[in-house]
């Protein structure tokens, strides 16, 4: 059934060698202490759990599903009620999170290497303590001192889980339209009506209460998304004594029946004069739902770096063990009957697109949990201020290009696999299944390159984007006087060069008809993906090559991908450009008829 190793090499490699974390970590205050030693002994401590303890869980899990007993009670597959009580026990809820709450208070980037190693041992299980953590981050922003006090505790340590409810059956990314309800109650809640679909681990027995933040409407709501507001609506009422109390009117109606995911419950929730609790200003939940989606979608990006990590690994193993055919130059192993496929040029492109994708996928993601870090906590006002625009232009690249590049590489697991792959015993057909969900939550991957394109690049007039190209820039003129670093800085200045061209003539052209933006988007989003991973490609060559005379077989590693990153995947940008430049008018001039 496969296995799960831990990538802690290349993880310390990202950590220690690409970011220097804990130079960085020096300018925070409050992780000033922390060092590399710490960090190394939690990553371990997490690799161990998640192959020893969640990746035996996966097939089965999968196989099982959640089950919808009747009257809103759920049931996650065998052994998933046992994993979460060690998870748990160990205080892994609590590794990210304020120390004023309970928490341990170490950086977003050691939470983030945590979630890669969960995602690849088992994505479906993750998701209850991942959305937990995202329900934590919103209050812990948007919270007043009493709901703060009342359920912070109890999400860090992990004894309660989080939700958050945006869609209904009627609307999904346009939550301008959503109908559900909130009514005043004389003791200062609200009683909120309505039903939500979609629900991720909205119902399920592995912690004693649910916390769900459910979007709805006030009576004198304005129309649209300025007139939303949220709430806090528990499973059971908190009593005076802080424990779960009253059963809420808020339940689940039935669980849908997935392509994948199966042991996450996705659920659809009935509300029926449930009580809530306002969180943030009325009318202004979006703005504080938006930490919770923002998390949600950086945790897609994960999502996607574990599957990618654990389709390359498995496929990796039996491409070295499959025997079939002979090498096109000759026999490879003589001594057996056929040669392993791992001899076979196409395997080797899937396998390299899948480690390339995975290596290219860790250094972006973990850069990011960096720069959250850097915004939350850097003691230079400039520099969180610098980062936080870093974070947000990038954070729809990270959920959309990753869940792309997932999809990708668990297909090429699947068919080096052959027949096999597409048998569900061997567990490859499940990646794919499982790396398909990514590509839709959260908002599409569409919705993502309308925002990075329309809100992010063109609505600041490229100010973000410059800031990113900055950086690009700064590397070319540094590195591109280098001999040895020619292979790596041309096509990384190229792809910078036309980056800026593409968006300037799309920049142009939406002035006079803004579909031509809806058009762009999704090649550009592409586009500008390969311009990130060729940044950090190009970093990372360059470390390969300081450390190449060492004789480490991992630094000749990664200068081979690198090289092969180069070679066979930033080339998909002459087409993803002339698709982005081609417009809307092919689009757009056909009549529905003819559809």
């Known amino acids: 059934m496969g296995q799960y190793a831990a990538p802690l090499r290349d993880m310390q490699f990202v950590l220690h060698e690409l970011l220097n974390v804990e130079a960085e970590i020096k300018q925070m205050p409050k992780h000033a202490d922390l060092d590399a030693d710490t960090i190394n002994a939690v990553l371990e401590e997490a690799g161990k759990f998640c192959s020893e303890v969640l990746f035996p869980l996966n097939h089965s899990g999968d196989q099982e599903g959640c089950t919808y007993v009747g009257d809103g009670v759920v049931t996650t597959p065998k052994g998933f009620k046992e994993a979460y009580k060690q998870y748990v026990e160990a205080g892994w809820p609590a590794l990210g999170c304020d120390p004023d709450y309970g928490g341990q208070g170490l950086p977003a980037f050691v939470n983030n290497a945590l979630y890669e190693m969960l995602n690849s041992a088992n994505q479906a299980w993750t998701m209850y303590p991942g959305l937990s953590h995202g329900a934590y981050e919103c209050l812990h922003a948007h919270g007043t001192p009493e709901l703060q006090q009342r359920y912070l505790p109890k999400l860090v340590a992990g004894v309660w889980t989080g939700t958050m409810c945006l869609t209904e059956p009627h609307c999904g990314t346009d939550l301008g339209i959503l109908r559900t309800k909130a009514e005043p109650n004389s003791d200062g809640s609200y009683a909120i009506s309505g039903t939500k679909i979609f629900i991720s681990s909205g119902e399920h027995d592995l ?288 792809i910078g060069d036309k980056v800026q061209k593409l968006t300037m003539e799309i920049g142009m052209k939406a002035m006079q008809n803004p579909d031509e933006v809806g058009a762009a988007a999704v090649p550009y989003l592409r586009t500008v993906g390969h311009l990130v991973f060729s940044y950090f490609w190009a970093r990372m060559a360059r470390i390969a090559l300081d450390n190449e005379a060492s004789g480490d077989p991992f630094y000749k590693a990664k200068l081979a991908t690198a090289r092969f990153y180069f070679a066979k995947l930033l080339p998909e940008t002459a087409m993803t450009i002339r698709q982005a430049r081609a417009g809307s008018k092919s689009l757009m001039d056909v009549e529905e008829s003819l559809f």
């Open 207 to 494: 912690a004693e209460n649910i916390i769900h933040l459910v979007l709805a409407r006030l009576p004198d709501a304005p129309k649209g998304t300025k007139g939303i507001s949220l709430f806090i609506v528990p499973k059971f009422v908190p009593n005076e004594a802080g424990e779960p109390g009253e059963r809420n009117g808020v339940k689940c109606g039935s669980i849908e029946h997935k392509m994948g995911i199966h042991g996450n419950a996705t659920a659809v929730i009935n509300l029926d004069n449930a009580k809530g609790w306002l969180v943030g200003e009325p009318n202004k939940g979006l703005n504080a739902m938006f930490v919770m989606m923002n998390a949600a979608r950086l945790g897609v990006g994960m999502q996607s770096l574990g599957l990618t990590e654990i389709g390359y690994q498995n496929s990796l193993t039996y491409a070295k063990e499959r025997l079939q055919m002979r090498s096109l130059t000759g026999p490879k192993a003589p001594e057996k009957a056929a040669d392993p496929i791992i001899v076979h040029p196409d395997v080797r492109r899937m396998l390299l697109t899948q480690k390339a994708y995975a290596e290219g996928a860790r250094a972006f993601s973990y850069w990011s949990a960096l720069h959250i870090d850097k915004e939350l906590s850097h003691a230079d006002e400039s520099v969180r201020k610098e980062a936080a625009d870093l974070v947000a232009l990038l954070t729809p690249i990270l959920k959309a290009f990753l869940s792309d590049n997932a999809f990708e590489s668990t297909n090429h697991a699947m068919q080096i696999y052959g027949g096999h792959g597409f048998i569900a015993e061997w567990g490859m057909e499940q990646y794919v299944r499982d790396a398909r969900i990514n590509m839709i939550y959260e908002g599409t991957n569409a919705i993502q390159a309308l925002d990075l394109l329309g809100r992010k690049i063109l609505g600041d007039m490229g100010a973000k984007m410059k800031k990113f190209g900055k950086l690009v820039s700064d590397f070319v003129e540094a590195e591109g006087v280098k001999p040895e670093m020619q292979e790596f800085i041309n096509p990384l200045a190229d």
